[in-house]
């Protein structure tokens, strides 16, 4: 089973900058298209940001202009370069996959389980 492993979350001040990384631990990376999805207290997880296994790149109206994502499949790693952070922009993120854009879009994921994520707090 496939494993994935969120990082590079933190406290930071708005309009500060962090950078995710996200590895998976096996599986053959590079078939599948990936997501940076986000969950707040109280409300569902959300899409953020798809990266096809192409290189296009899909963001939600939220975070356009702000965030960058990107893969490195040698690494069997996905990134999510966010700046100029909001205080709206503080929850949990995770990643993960699927075969199907589509399904990544949608949120519904099956390249690996479901990680711990990785907490980002943007706060003054």
């Known amino acids: 089973q496939v494993h994935l492993v969120e990082s590079g979350g933190g406290l930071v001040q708005p309009g500060g900058s962090l950078r995710l990384s996200c590895a998976a631990s096996v599986g053959i990376f590079s078939d599948y298209h990936m997501g940076w999805f986000r969950r707040t207290p109280g409300k569902r997880r959300e899409l953020v940001a798809a990266i096809s296994i192409g290189g296009s790149t899909t963001y939600e109206d939220f975070v356009k202009g702000r965030f960058t994502i990107s893969r490195d499949n040698a690494k069997k790693t996905v990134y999510l370069q966010m700046n100029s952070l909001k205080p709206e922009d503080t929850a949990i993120y995770y990643c993960?996959?699927?075969?199907?854009?589509?399904?990544?879009?949608?949120?519904?994921?099956?390249?690996?389980?479901w990680g711990q994520g990785t907490q980002v707090t943007v706060s003054s």
């Open positions: 993960n996959g699927d075969r199907s854009l589509r399904s990544v879009l949608e949120g519904d994921v099956s390249f690996g389980s």
